[in-house]
């Protein structure tokens, strides 16, 4: 179970969004061992004149950018893990929308287990739930 909440400075396509969430969930799979049912992802568009990059609108620039962040349960990857999936992240979103700004983030969330949870239950509770079985 992985939230993922991208804000996107492009114009709105229904088949990139398509191609994004798709890519997300994957990688989100692939490299963090997430599992795809669980997995939730949001865009939400911002218009490029209310972006910003250094005091400079993004707009009259020939670039987009973005800003991920996704939080995941304390403890789940290694900074390999994380490292090797902002590296992927980044590549694969440039790949559909094109060109972007080297200020486009990724943040990863770590939130505790006993913080956090899915279907009423925390994922501290199924971890221990999990252990009793």
């Not at 910003?52 to 950018?65: A, K, R, V």
């Not at 994380?82 to 929308?97: D, H, L, P, Q």
């Not at 899915?118 to 501290?124: D, F, K, L, S, V």
């Amino acid at each position: 179970m992985p939230y993922l909440n991208l804000r996107l400075c492009t114009s709105r396509s229904r088949d990139e969004s398509v191609k994004i969430v798709s890519a997300l969930t994957d990688l989100t799979a692939e490299v963090l061992k997430k599992k795809r049912e669980l997995t939730a992802v949001c865009i939400e568009y911002v218009a490029p004149e209310q972006w910003y990059i250094g005091g400079i609108q993004l707009g009259p620039q020939p670039m987009s950018s973005f800003f991920l962040e996704i939080k995941i349960t304390e403890g789940t990857n290694t900074k390999d893990d994380k490292a090797a999936y902002v590296s992927r992240v980044f590549a694969v979103i440039e790949e559909i929308v094109g060109p972007l700004a080297a200020a486009s983030y990724i943040v990863i969330h770590e939130v505790q287990a006993d913080s956090w949870g899915y279907q009423g239950q925390t994922q501290e509770f199924r971890y221990i739930k999990g252990k009793t079985l």
